[in-house]
């Protein structure tokens, strides 16, 4: 299911290498722009950036209220494509059979850039913008407690800013920008790779929400790489009291194999991450379930890791099938390579980041920070003003989290920019990472972001030696020793059917609350949202207590 035929990576070796070859060749016909030329286009960039901040804080702000969870953005697609339809921009729709993913290109010949941010949110994390403590819009419903309602905001801004300098100055190249659906499922750019849609791709560059203003390279300390697969059991049903000795109960089998899987922790890496929930538990308790299912992530460092952690699972699982005399059925849900950023990319992305200013935080500002920073038990350093330095990645690190933007990083050249439209401190996956999302915080840190990201696209534009060396870092240094094995196969299908029952129960309250530019100027205006708002010296003294 999951292993990859020896067919299928010598297909994906022999592209590559195809792709190289072409990049180079194409890549050298590009001829290089006189640096005083570039230097004086790259500050009328950022000018016009900055004029079009209401735009960036307008689109923030709309992504904001949709609100929508993995694979169901259908809204927030529908807003980002209507843009750059209008803008003309070509698009392409539902590819690799997602009806939220897309392609929006732009312009003519080499190089192409693609251009990336993620759309989707977090379950149950609903909360009003500017308000530090927990106040749900709706009570459970989801929201964007990641933040990446912001990242299309940065993309399009720079995107536009920077066509308009390609139509005048006659700049030739592509712009592709494009979504990452169902992000926090890690569910779909396996299958953009697997299907091609980056095979003419000379560079990517994808922009995420954090604290501050950054980018790296190689493999960071904080990612590891990931399998999702869903484990499915079938039993038999029976009466729960009248005839319990004639069922086979998949959910016995679902806690055997998590009971199991506890256990087998202790002699795992200790760099591994894996986690569960259960998403099919049975019917009711008179019926013996005859149905069952539980959810799995599997995170370590390496490709070969990951895959003796899915091994080992999966022997958990039919152990427990045997255990019950049922049957189970491992199903891929999705998927993250173990990142690796480039180095020539990443030095030419600071360069740029080092030239623009960290937005001037106001006391509302820091205010609303400590706050929040307080109510989260975080040290309540407020916001920060100071860029990280670029560092050699680390030697060794235990890992964290995980993001599918790596398998893009595994098929062209690629970073991420982190920009700084969110507050230090929180834990992440909460209702506290969506407080700052629709305030001046993530506005302001947007347009900071939009301004990195539109003078190095610029760079790519009209310095070929940026990419053709870029090229020679994934071939000599990336690539050198590392054979991308994608966890996916040609069967696989993404899991489109994700979320649709959390957001048909929440979406028709939410869209009494999707943002109207043409009455408000900002979506917490139309909340009647008082910027910051704390919470009330009776309820610090309880406790929190109401």
Known sequence: MIKPSTSNILKIIFSCLMLIAFSFNAISQVKAMPEKKVQELKKELTIEIEKRKVFTQQMVDMIFSFGELGFQEFETSKYITGILKENGFTIKEGISGIPTAWTATWGNG?????????????????????????????????????????????????????????????IPGTLMLWPGVAEEQLATKAFYIRDGFFKDVDACLFTHVWDNLGTSYGQPGFFNGMVSVKFNFEGESAHSAG???????????????????????????????????????????????????????????????????????????????????????????GSAWPPHFNKVLAETMYENIKTVPLPQWTEADQTLAKALQKEVGAETSGLISKIPELKEPEKFSLGGGSDDIADISWAIPTIVMMFPSNIPGLQGHHWSNAVAMATPIAHKGATTGAKAMGMTMLDLLVK?????????????????????????????????????????????????????????????????????????ETEKSTGGLK
């Open 110 to 170: 080499k190089p192409v850039i693609a251009i990336g941010s993620d759309l989707d949110c977090i379950p149950k994390a609903s909360q009003k913008p500017g308000v530090a403590f927990h106040d749900p819009i709706i009570p459970g419903a989801p929201g964007h407690g990641e933040g990446h309602n912001s990242g299309q905001a940065v993309n399009v801004t720079a995107v536009l800013a920077l066509k308009a300098i390609m139509e005048r100055e006659k």
């Open 243 to 333: 005839a319990p000795w004639r069922g086979k109960s998949a959910l016995d089998a679902v806690e055997l194999m998590n009971i199991g899987w506890n256990f087998r922790r202790e002699h795992l890496n200790p760099t591994q991450r894996s986690h569960y929930v259960i998403t099919d538990g049975g019917d009711q308790p008179n019926v013996v379930p005859s149905k069952a299912s539980v959810w799995y992530y599997f995170r370590d460092r390496d490709y070969p890791s990951i895959m003796s952690m899915y091994e080992k699972a999966l022997k958990t699982a039919e152990g427990a099938a045997l255990m019950t005399g049922t049957t189970v059925t491992p199903r891929y849900m």
């Open 464 to 536: 070929p030696e940026i990419l053709k060396n870029s090229w020679s870092y994934y071939k000599d240094v990336q690539t050198k020793n590392t054979t991308y094995k994608p966890f996916l196969n040609k069967d696989d299908k993404p899991a489109i059917e994700l979320n649709q029952e959390i957001m048909a129960e929440f979406r028709p309250e939410m869209k009494k609350y999707y943002y109207d530019p043409s009455k408000y100027k900002t979506y917490m205006e139309q909340l009647g949202i008082k910027y910051p708002t704390l919470k009330p």
